[in-house]
């Protein structure tokens, strides 16, 4: 495994960490303590650290998993959370920002994960009025002091680009932001990904998988039929169109021989701004493949640079 420091904050975090939205089953499967158990143990093994969650990943059901998985073990473990939602039905939120919401949210937060700190409390996609609000940033940075975060940062919506929140999370406290980004979602390049280079904010690149569809496991013409998997969701026309995007990347970017998945996820991470990708995963054989993209040689992709 690789390593790289997150931005502002003093964190040192693996290159490849653990998405976790599927523990709240919301990605058309239930998770036992025991799986969750397999694949973090697993991660651990594999040198990952950081571990990305929320509290609306099914109404703490995912930060339950979690901290019950690590509580033997919490000090090895770089986690991760956000606030800002509450879990109100399957691919449903209500939006919760004042100080004293966001105070309660922290206090289930930190009951949920079964330790009294939090590594990096993240603003989850939010609007830019819910974002400046001086009171809520004051209460967190309290929190800050009083060492129950350990540090702030910001996970953008992937509705418009937020290059307001962007630019102003060292004047928040904020050390790093989360963005969605892949080989189908490029648009962070344009601003955000130097906007945090220029401010020496560190990146997590959510979906960095495109929500499975660069795995290279389907091909055009696959359907999803899981009523609770979100790609069920998407439109027929949208699947075939992505699909054949998929299709045409495979045949002339990723090289022969590699796995498309592990591609995908160094494609992310030899972009400089980019400290670490937060794929899903469902199994230990995911975690497996997820890792060994830390590995992946940088002189198969079209931007080469070295992962350290």
């Known amino acids: 495994m690789k390593y790289r420091r997150l931005g502002r904050?003093?964190?040192?975090?693996?290159?490849?960490g653990v998405g976790t939205w599927q523990f709240g089953g919301e990605w058309g499967k239930a998770f036992t303590q025991a799986e969750v158990d397999a694949i973090l143990g697993r991660a651990l093994e594999l040198g990952i650290n950081l571990i990305d969650t929320a509290e609306c990943y099914g109404d703490h059901l995912s930060e339950q998993l979690i901290g019950q998985s690590i509580r033997h073990n919490r000090e090895q473990w770089i986690v991760a959370t956000k606030f800002g939602h509450r879990f109100a039905g399957h691919l449903e939120r209500d939006q919760l920002w004042t100080p004293e919401a966001v105070e309660k949210q922290l206090e289930d937060s930190l009951k949920a994960?079964?330790?009294?700190?939090?590594?990096l409390y993240q603003f989850h996609s939010g609007t830019d009025e819910s974002f400046d609000q001086?009171?809520?940033?004051?209460m967190l940075r309290k929190q800050v002091q009083a060492g129950r975060i350990r540090?702030?940062?910001?996970?953008?919506?992937?509705?418009?680009?937020?290059?307001?929140?962007t630019r102003h999370a060292p004047d928040v406290g904020a050390g790093a932001i989360q963005?969605?980004?892949?080989?189908?979602?490029?648009?962070p390049e344009a601003n955000i990904l130097p906007t945090c280079q220029e401010l020496d904010l560190g990146v997590l690149a959510r979906v960095p998988l495109a929500s499975g569809y660069l795995s290279g496991k389907y091909k055009p013409g696959a359907t999803f039929t899981n009523a609770t998997d979100v790609r069920a969701g998407h439109k027929e026309a949208e699947i075939l169109e992505t699909l054949r995007e998929v299709e045409h990347i495979q045949q002339t970017e990723v090289p022969p021989g590699v796995d498309m998945a592990q591609w995908a996820l160094a494609w992310c991470l030899q972009n400089p701004a980019v400290t670490c990708v937060i794929p899903g995963c469902k199994s230990v054989a995911q975690v497996d493949s997820n890792a060994a993209a830390a590995d992946l040689p940088m002189?198969?992709?079209?931007?080469?640079?070295?992962?350290?």
């Open 134 to 138: 001086p009171e809520l940033w004051d």
């Open 151 to 165: 540090h702030l940062g910001i996970s953008i919506s992937s509705q418009g680009e937020k290059i307001h929140q």
């Open 113 to 119: 994960l079964q330790t009294d700190y939090i590594d």
């Open 179 to 187: 963005v969605l980004y892949n080989r189908l979602a490029r648009g």
């Open 299 to 308: 002189v198969t992709l079209d931007h080469p640079q070295a992962l350290v």
């Open 9 to 16: 904050t003093d964190l040192r975090v693996s290159v490849v």
